[in-house]
């Protein structure tokens, strides 16, 4: 059976595709996806916060103590070859875009317009065949109004895509007035496909510690709904790749999707719960 899918402009051997989680943050676990059957591959979300914190460490570490004795410049030795806190990801990158024969899709998450830009350009360098703006935004300032909040959106998309010349998706969360309006400016600001919905970290609190915690339980079948009704809504309407993601567990959700118009099928819990070689399963079923 020809199970062939375009997506963002590649074409895949089949529409299941391994979501960005810890099992696509290094090469060995890219490997073990290849291995057990996607059709491509999201690497793990590169955070803009996290490479700023890794730099403000290094900076701190090479600049303690310098200068303070006579005998001693510095005592942390700088590194010749640290490019930023990114270095590592695009390095993992490059290794796996040489070593995999699926596409390698990358994963960002920004917080400033000059941090988007940036390193989508670097994780175009490296070679990622498609980029995935991962957006999260915690609108909490009152003064800030949900138009603003689209516009961000909408900003954030158009800068990258006048900075890039790969594909480019938009991760969303379900969290928008008008889903399809909001949907329509995305795709007319320069994305070229969809993948709804996103999850967040949600807080809890440790009744023993007294402290907030965070926690991201893996999606279950019961998350199906939400994603497959916009899925079947928007591909009447958008000319642009639909990616499906939430409560894939089994070929049966996958199949769903397809049915709805998705033209890939983001997994992540169900492969976190019963293993990479669950992709294998699901192909199968398809």
Request: aromatic share 6%; hydrophobic share 45%; glycine share 8%.
């Amino acid at each position: 059976m020809n199970l062939t899918t375009s997506y963002l402009g590649l074409r895949l051997a089949h529409p299941i595709v391994a979501a960005a989680s810890p099992l696509s943050a290094t090469l060995d676990g890219m490997r073990r996806l290849e291995d057990a059957g996607a059709a491509a591959i999201v690497m793990s979300s590169l955070y803009e916060e996290q490479i700023r914190a890794e730099d403000t460490a290094y900076a701190l570490y090479t600049e303690h103590g310098s200068n303070s004795q006579a005998e001693a410049g510095s005592y942390f030795p700088e590194l010749p070859d640290y490019d930023g806190g990114v270095s590592g990801y695009l390095d993992t990158l490059r290794r796996a875009v040489d070593a995999l024969d699926i596409p390698v899709m990358a994963s960002l998450n920004g917080t400033t317009s000059e941090g988007w830009v940036t390193y989508a350009r670097d994780l175009e360098q490296a070679g990622a065949a498609a980029l995935e703006l991962n957006i999260y935004s915690l609108p909490i300032d009152p003064a800030v109004s949900g138009a603003a909040i689209e516009r961000q959106y909408i900003d954030i998309v158009r800068e990258v895509r006048a900075s890039v010349r790969i594909p480019i998706a938009v991760k969303l969360a379900p969290y928008f007035t008008s889903m399809s309006h909001m949907a329509a400016e995305l795709v007319g600001a320069g994305a070229d496909g969809l993948v709804l919905f996103n999850r967040f970290y949600a807080p809890d609190i440790d009744l023993t510690t007294l402290r907030l915690t965070r926690s991201l339980p893996l999606s279950t079948v019961a998350e199906l709904p939400l994603s497959l009704m916009w899925i079947g809504l928007l591909s009447r309407h958008l000319k642009c790749s639909l990616a499906a993601s939430r409560g894939v567990e089994s070929a049966t959700e996958v199949i769903k999707y397809l049915l709805v118009g998705a033209d890939a099928v983001m997994t992540t819990s169900a492969l976190l719960r019963h293993g990479p070689e669950h992709l294998g399963t699901m192909k199968d079923g398809l």
